[in-house]
């Protein structure tokens, strides 16, 4: 019988709240350049793009702070196994590990 190894106690990653805060803040300020250079007379469709990209990273990082608050961060939300500390280092918002991300 194999088992999935389970996710470090959600303590072990309070650690990233603070990186996903700051990711957060650094995000909205990119998203207020972009909605205000796209407002100008003529319609700038590169930072229309631009900001409804940083708009979805946003919604990523809100989830994965309520991950946090929930103790389900660290976990992939389609299998439910954890996902490697590395992963969430280079993207701390990641909702799944790569294999689920691979899948889709």
Known sequence: MTTTPSAPPTTAFEPFRGLLQTQRADCLRQRELALAEAATSVPDPVATSRAATLLRT??????A???LDAGTYGTCVHCGSAIPRERLEFRPFAAGCVSCGQAS
């Not at 946003?58 to 989830?63: H, R, S, T, V």
């Open 58 to 63: 946003l919604e990523e990082i809100d989830a």
């Open 65 to 67: 702070l309520d991950r």
